[in-house]
């Protein structure tokens, strides 16, 4: 008989399987574990076709519309790189709406994988702690790895792989000899990540893309990306090309702010705090240990004020008020600032 995959869920498990999706959505107890379900009847519709959320680090945050063909050749050439086979162990603790999780779900199916799905928090808390492939966000992974409890369990993992934001190298060395780690470049427009780079226990610094995919950059540095159907995505990210499969991340050509994988827009967060600030500001994005980046408000003005501290303690409330948690700034600045040639304030680099 051949493998299925198992689907892993706080109340019970099922077949990963078309016929079991009626007493998976009977065991889902929980808004994530009900999206996974959402996903896995979404693939085996007879659609054509999947929806993907982006996650707004090229601009606004919106829908896409990708083959279901090109969807399971992205999770198998992640299944053929990390020889993943039939019955591997896998935990998926990232939301499901968006495409990393979505995709680790997919993977899943594709494969006949089993697949244990945890709350998406912060420090996800594994039952089985013997696992084959995991995927974090780096602030997840940071997070386990502080904590003496999640740290014994990692190293039980065989590979992780990071996404989200950019790795510090710092935390690395912590973790176990035994378990590789990796860290993925995608986005949705690429259907989940098309290049990875191991960073534990060896540290690369080069990008290596996936079976089938090929990259090359504009003069500008932009990354442009040819996927195995010749379609080619051209992204805001800076890199040094190596050769048509290898590639140096520089950053990021635009200003989004990444912080803990969460993508923040500035001039978003400027609009809702307009009516609230009657000084010149700026809303930025500055390099944070734990999170990759955290949002910075500045105020122009060549010294803090008198009243800076009553000034933050009503700005924390506007921002409560105002802004999801992770959008909200971290920290309030009064310093200089300069003007561009067309009048507009700059924001600090």
């Known amino acids: 008989m051949t493998h299925s995959g198992m689907l892993h869920l706080a109340n019970g498990s099922v077949p990963l399987k078309p016929s079991s999706l009626s007493r998976a959505l009977e065991l889902a107890s929980s808004p994530w574990e009900v999206n996974v379900v959402h996903v896995l009847s979404s693939w085996w519709s007879l659609s054509d076709s999947m929806e993907m959320k982006t996650s707004g680090s090229t601009g606004s945050p919106r829908l896409i519309q990708h083959s279901k063909a090109a969807i399971e050749a992205s999770a198998l050439r992640t ?4 020889q993943l086979n039939p019955g591997a162990r896998l935990a998926l603790a990232m939301p499901a709406e968006f495409v990393g999780g979505m995709m680790m779900v997919i993977r899943a199916a594709v494969g006949a994988l089993e697949l244990e799905v945890v709350e998406p928090r912060l420090t996800p808390s594994f039952s089985n702690s013997t696992l084959d492939f995991v995927a974090l966000t ?3 992974a940071r997070a386990m790895c502080a904590s ?3 740290a014994q369990q990692m190293e039980q993992w065989k590979v992780l792989l990071l996404g989200g934001a950019p790795v510090q190298s710092d935390w690395l060395g912590g973790l176990s000899k035994k378990l590789k780690v990796y860290e993925s470049f995608g986005m949705t427009e690429t ?3 098309f290049a990875v780079r191991q960073v534990a226990p060896m540290l690369e610094d080069v990008f290596q893309c996936l079976p089938g995919i090929e990259v090359s950059s504009e003069s500008n540095g932009a990354l442009n990306v040819q ?5 080619i995505i051209q992204t805001n990210d800076a890199v040094e090309i190596v050769n048509s499969r290898t590639f140096r991340w520089l950053g990021r050509l635009d200003d989004v702010i990444n912080t803990g994988g969460v993508k923040v827009h500035p001039s978003a967060i400027s609009a809702l705090l307009s009516s609230n600030i009657t000084e010149p500001f700026v809303v930025y994005g500055r390099p944070h240990i734990g999170l990759g980046e955290e949002v910075v408000l500045r105020i122009h003005s ?3 004020p008198q009243n800076a501290c009553q000034r933050r303690d009503e700005l924390n409330r506007v921002f409560a008020s105002l802004l999801p948690r992770h959008h909200a700034p971290r920290a309030i600045e009064w310093k200089p600032m300069e003007k561009t040639l067309s ?3 700059k924001s600090p680099r």
Do not use: C, M, T, V
């Open 148 to 150: 003496k409890r999640h």
């Open 138 to 140: 780096a602030a997840q």
């Open 191 to 193: 259907i989940s990540h």
């Open 343 to 345: 009048g507009k304030w």
């Open 79 to 82: 299944l053929q790189y990390f």
């Open 302 to 304: 060549h010294e803090e």
């Open 227 to 231: 996927l195995p159907n010749q379609s």
